[in-house]
């Protein structure tokens, strides 16, 4: 590896190894080179190269962020992307110590996200939906989005090759360009089958090659993740739902639910595509309700028990 000459040819040089050798996405490429370049407006004001900044460079650097009033979530994800340039840096043998390491950023409060009750996901899906193309899009996106538990990018990027509906399966590309299997209920199979003769006529009319994507819009192309977002956002507005709803929240719910009937947490994990077990345990959220049920059952005083 060449040794770059100054920060801004370092970022480029880091991002270009995150998208050929880490398969990053183009969100997370997006976000990296955000903070990196930042980070070298900040350095170059101080009249400081990359390869001579201290711990302590980067602890002021984070302080002056709190500072700007910038919430910890947004501190902690730069910090992330100093930590991965530096750490890369280090292993290319551009500088010989790490400054990011033993480097804490501000601790985020853990909030659970918001999730529908089993009536509201009724209220959701059960409301009416016209037989035209858009109201049966529409339909199949929200059965499979719960039915799934995908991210909305998962969902956007569904291909129509990696249907299966007899199998109830479709293969999805999650984080870091990884494929899993994801699982479709019977009403989101249902919803998907009735949805596809309206795709196969508005790609005829579309008058382009087939773009082998599930969902398309009117012209025949690819359904954005951003159009995936908006649609579940007025949906939900449209069943006379009393909280905000994004996909996230659905793939919230999709966890929660399967948590409430007896799902064990590594199961859920392989669903949602997690990593970590850490990770599942942060989107995930389980009801007084269940734990109550699992107490009064297992506990010798528990209150099935009490008139032994």
């Not at 193309?133 to 990018?153: H, N």
């Not at 019977?186 to 008058?207: D, T």
């Not at 739902?241 to 009937?261: E, K």
Request: hydrophobic share 40%.
């Amino acid at each position: 590896m060449r040794t770059p000459h100054n920060m801004t040819d370092l970022v480029a040089d880091y991002l270009r190894h995150l998208a050929s050798e880490r398969r990053k996405s183009a969100a997370t490429l997006r976000a990296y080179g955000s903070d990196l370049r930042a980070f070298a407006a900040w350095l170059a004001s101080s009249d400081r190269a990359v390869a001579h900044a201290s711990r302590f460079d980067l602890r002021r650097y984070l302080v002056e962020l709190e500072e700007q009033g910038l919430v910890a979530t947004s501190v902690q994800r730069k910090l992330a992307s100093l930590r991965g340039m530096y750490g890369w840096l280090q292993q290319k043998g551009v500088i010989d110590k790490d400054p990011t390491k033993l480097l804490k950023g501000p601790r985020a409060p853990k909030r659970v996200p918001r999730f529908l009750t089993a009536a509201e996901v009724d209220q959701l899906l059960g409301q009416p939906f016209d037989e035209s193309p858009v109201g049966c899009r529409d339909q199949a996106i929200l059965e499979t989005l719960y039915s799934t538990g995908c991210r909305v990018s998962e969902v956007a990027g569904m291909e129509l090759a990696d249907l299966d509906l007899d199998e109830g399966v479709v293969r999805v590309l999650g984080k870091g360009q990884k494929q899993r299997i994801a699982l479709l209920g019977k009403p989101a199979c249902a919803a998907i089958a009735a949805w596809l003769p309206h795709r196969r006529e508005l790609v005829r009319a579309g008058k382009r090659a087939d773009p082998g994507s599930l969902w398309v819009n009117r012209y025949g192309r690819p359904l954005s993740a951003r159009w995936v977002f908006a649609t579940v956002v007025d949906r939900a507005k449209a069943a006379g739902l009393q909280q905000s709803l994004t996909p996230h929240g659905l793939r919230h719910s999709f966890a929660t639910h399967l948590l409430d009937r007896g799902a064990d947490l590594r199961t859920v994990q392989e669903l949602l595509g997690h990593a970590r077990l850490v990770t599942t345990e942060i989107y995930t959220h389980v009801s007084i309700g269940r734990l109550r049920d699992v107490y009064d059952k297992a506990h010798p005083l528990g209150r099935e028990r009490t008139g032994d």
